[in-house]
């Protein structure tokens, strides 16, 4: 069972940065995909980003991209989101999740809930206008 933490949230102008940690439990955290998900009031949670278990290899929502950038350090079992020019449509919960990859999905980036096995607590952002 792997638990998984968020935290970083909090309320910014539009403009500005918040940085997202999610820190797992899992001696093994790099063997899995990490990935952000977020979700609005009474809207499906979305993809966001995601970072393959090798580390090298990153997806990203077209709406986020260029703005965000996900980032890890299995030293710490610890996955990031930085976001950069925050926008008030950017206002959400905001979820981390792990995928267990490795060997041959070494280098994958899942970017479906479904293919998450485990999920934090969430944090939320909010950018006011």
């Known amino acids: 069972q792997v638990q998984l933490v968020e935290s970083g949230g909090g309320l910014v102008q539009a403009g500005g940065s918040l940085r997202l940690s999610c820190a797992a439990s899992?001696?093994?955290?790099?063997?899995?995909?990490m990935g952000w998900f977020r979700q609005a009031p009474e809207k499906e949670r979305e993809f966001v980003a995601a970072?393959?278990?090798?580390?090298?290899?990153?997806s990203y929502a077209d709406s986020v991209k260029g703005r965000f950038t996900i980032t890890r350090d299995n030293a710490k079992n610890t996955v990031y989101l930085q976001m950069n020019s925050l926008k008030p449509e950017d206002t959400a919960g905001y979820y981390c999740?792990?995928?267990?990859?490795?060997?041959?999905?070494?280098?994958?980036?899942?970017?479906?809930?479904?293919?998450?096995?485990?999920w934090g607590q969430g944090t939320q952002v909010t950018v006011s206008s």
């Open positions: 899992e001696r093994t955290f790099n063997m899995y995909a």
């Open positions: 970072l393959s278990s090798s580390g090298s290899l990153t």
């Open positions: 999740a792990a995928a267990l990859k490795s060997g041959s999905d070494w280098h994958k980036t899942p970017r479906t809930k479904y293919e998450y096995t485990y």
